[in-house]
């Protein structure tokens, strides 16, 4: 069975930084593009940034040179290193593949604000 399981959330200021991490089980993760999500209260999902087996990223234009996302192959597990952090980057933040078809795991809070 596949499990997602997102943590590193937390409240940090404007221009602070975060790196959240999502552990997985249950799938051949080096084969799957992994990605990022987030929704904010009363917005739709959208897609933060996404990365190849081989570590290949692209990544939504509102958080382009400010977050990096990284995974670890051997561990299951991919990153998102989140810099500059604005309050608009507030959300719950989720992994899934980039197909987004994997149950979804609880996320993890990211509030910004000062």
């Known amino acids: 069975q596949v499990q997602l399981v997102e943590s590193g959330g937390g409240l940090v200021q404007p221009g602070g930084s975060l790196k959240l991490s999502c552990a997985t089980s249950?799938?051949?993760?080096?084969?799957?593009?992994m990605a990022w999500y987030r929704q904010a209260p009363g917005n739709q999902r959208e897609l933060v940034a996404s990365?190849?087996?081989?570590?290949?990223?692209n990544y939504a234009d509102s958080v382009k040179g400010r977050f990096t996302i990284s995974r670890d192959n051997d561990r299951k597990m991919v990153y998102l290193q989140m810099n500059s952090l604005k309050p608009e980057d507030t959300a719950v933040y989720y992994c899934?593949?980039?197909?987004?078809?994997?149950?979804w795991g609880q996320g993890t809070q990211v509030t910004v604000s000062s």
């Open positions: 990365s190849t087996g081989g570590g290949s990223a």
């Open positions: 899934n593949t980039l197909s987004g078809k994997l149950n």
């Open positions: 249950g799938l051949i993760f080096e084969l799957n593009t």
